[in-house]
Nanobody, 117 residues
């Protein structure tokens, strides 16, 4: 059974940092492209960052470039998102995604990130 469990969300002040984790099980983690998405109230879900299966290639939304860093540890079946210099507009539910193909496309339940003073 495939599971993706996000953790690390919470309330942080503007300018602060958080580190999200996504613990995976039930599939071959090293074969999957892993991504973080987010969805703010009233908005569509958007891609935040993605990392290739081997971890060598990453891409980021323009809005988070230079502030967020995606990484993965294939031995631990875990993906991370280090978020620095957080802004109120980063407030959203953050979701972990694992993608291999159209038949193997999995989502976590999400973790809330709130940036507010």
């Amino acid at each position: 059974q495939v599971q993706l469990v996000e953790s690390g969300g919470g309330l942080v002040q503007p300018g602060g940092s958080l580190r999200l984790s996504c613990a995976a099980s039930g599939f071959t983690f090293s074969n999957a492209r892993m991504s973080w998405y987010r969805q703010a109230p009233g908005k569509e879900r958007e891609l935040v960052a993605a990392i290739a299966s081997a971890g060598g290639s990453t891409n980021y939304a323009d809005s988070v470039k230079g502030r967020f860093t995606i990484s993965r540890d294939n031995a631990k079946y875990t993906m991370y998102l280090q978020m620095n210099s957080l802004k109120p507009e980063d407030t959203a539910v953050y979701y972990c995604n694992a993608y291999r193909n159209a038949y193997n496309d999995y989502w976590g339940q999400g973790t809330q990130v709130t940036v507010s003073s």
